[in-house]
């Protein structure tokens, strides 16, 4: 096992993210490269700012400290801006180091440059983070949808002015609270502007552009609007007609060239993007070889954008021959669930007798092995009457015991159809 330095410049929202995902990853990057990862330093304006999780002696204010160290192998960059980060990133490239960054401004604008310059000096720049945070959409387009001939992205790819609109579409929050809100929760950019105006998302659109089509896009090319002149009033009309209101960014191949914008648009309210809410992101990709392929999930926040700044850092470090054969990784040792110990709702369906005490007999049984009924309908009657329970939250084992004498009863005929409820409120656990 080697040791791999890695130098970060900045250390806010995602640094701070990025520092405790490489410390908590440590032990499965080591087993899928081989290496070590060791953090810092970390260039910051303000080494005094209390940073939770990061050992404040890793932190500088002279970016030479991460330049001019050869051991710094990897160099990822979450300060933002352009300058002075697009002059770092020069001289890292220039260096030979790799770097990782998560600005997609810089990318936009500057893009070319340093892809160029990484070429020159056989490194690498990898930029998974500066779209759609949480989200692979650069691995699905660079690798997986290679091939596939791409006809058109229409996405939702700011997080911020997202929660906001879902928030004065549901009534919640006003525009100025939700985006407060989106500050405090580290979704905005230093600057909100660039969220609220459509250059964040035109800046990512240019990013996602360039790879789906093999054609240099830059942020000037792509026409741009915000959010900023929606109110409440909008929403309502738009949702009167069925429409629910987006920010979407949208790339296309029209007789052959790149057309591209950013701006609010009504999205019929039964279309997939209509139901993004909150920061989430999505991309939905057109293209000849796969058909539609739509990517969901989450567009902003630290810990989110941290993930894919990790996965790049593993893409730098390379996976050692085999690592991801033959279950090498999986050597957690976590014991697995015996079936009748998972827990859901239940739907429940059975012919039964059409006789008074029925009912009760039928929930007596399901009290009994322990499952609470949410609501009961009787449908049909005589031989075709048929009872149809909800239950809350079980266990399998118990509406197995359940079932088993159920079937046993002479008022119920036939086998009872069981189906689980998604648990949707689970589904984050
Ligand atoms: P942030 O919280 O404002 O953090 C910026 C960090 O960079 C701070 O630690 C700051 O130091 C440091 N910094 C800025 N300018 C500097 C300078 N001139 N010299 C030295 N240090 C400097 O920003 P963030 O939200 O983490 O975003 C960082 C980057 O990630 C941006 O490019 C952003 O677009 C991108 N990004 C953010 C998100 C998100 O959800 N937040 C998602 C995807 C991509 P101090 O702490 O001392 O001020
Ligand atoms: N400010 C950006 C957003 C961060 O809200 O989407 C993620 O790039």
């Given at each position: ?44 304006r303000d080494p005094d ?7 404040p002696s890793l932190l ?265 054969l033959h279950n090498a ?101």
């Amino acid at each position: 096992v080697t040791a791999v330095r890695i130098g970060l410049l900045g250390c806010g929202t995602v640094g701070q993210a990025v520092v405790r995902a490489l410390s908590d990853g440590g032990a499965p990057i080591t087993r899928a490269s081989g290496h070590r990862v060791e953090i810092g330093p970390i260039l910051v304006r303000d080494p005094d700012r209390r940073r939770p999780g990061v050992d404040p002696s890793l932190l500088t204010t002279d970016v030479g400290r991460i330049l001019d160290d050869p051991e710094v192998a990897i160099v990822v960059e979450v300060m933002g801006g352009i300058d002075p980060a697009l002059g770092h990133l020069r001289t890292a490239l220039g260096r030979g180091k790799a770097v990782v960054t998560a600005n997609k401004q810089l990318l936009a604008r500057h893009g070319a440059e340093l892809l160029e310059q990484a070429e020159r000096s056989g490194t690498e720049l990898r930029f998974e983070a500066s779209v759609c945070a949480a989200i692979p959409v650069i691995k699905v387009l660079r690798e997986s949808l290679l091939v596939a001939e791409i006809e058109a992205l229409t996405g939702i790819v700011n997080g911020t002015t997202n929660f906001v609109l879902s928030e004065m579409g549901r009534g919640g929050l006003s525009y100025a609270d939700a985006l407060a809100r989106a500050q405090s929760l580290g979704y905005a950019e230093a600057d909100p502007t660039e969220d609220v105006s459509g250059a964040d998302a035109a800046a990512k659109l240019a990013i996602l552009a360039s790879i789906a089509f093999h054609t240099r896009v830059r942020l000037d090319d792509v026409t741009f609007e915000g959010i900023e002149r929606i109110d409440r009033d909008d929403m309502t009309q738009a949702q009167e007609l069925g429409y629910a209101v987006k920010l979407l960014a949208v790339a296309r191949l029209v007789d052959g060239a790149v057309a591209l914008r950013v701006h609010p648009a009504l999205v019929p309210q039964d279309h997939r993007l209509a139901a993004i809410g909150g920061a989430d992101n999505a991309v939905l990709v057109q293209s000849r070889g796969a058909g539609q392929i739509m990517l969901v999930g989450p567009g902003a926040g630290g810990t989110e954008t941290a993930s894919a700044v990790v996965a790049d850092v593993l893409s730098v470090l390379g996976t050692h021959r085999g690592s991801f054969l033959h279950n090498a990784l999986a050597d957690a040792g976590r014991p697995v669930q015996p079936p009748g110990e998972s827990r859901t709702p239940f739907y429940v369906r059975m012919h039964v007798a059409d006789r008074p005490g029925v009912l009760a007999t039928v929930a007596g049984v399901f009290a009994e092995e322990g499952l609470s009924i949410e609501s009961v309908v009787q449908r049909g009657q005589g031989a075709g009457a048929r009872l149809v329970l909800v239950l809350h939250e079980g266990l399998e084992s118990c509406m197995t015991a359940a079932l088993e004498r159920l079937r046993e009863l002479p008022e119920v005929s036939g086998e009872p159809v069981v189906l689980r409820v998604l648990d949707v409120a689970g589904e984050g656990r």
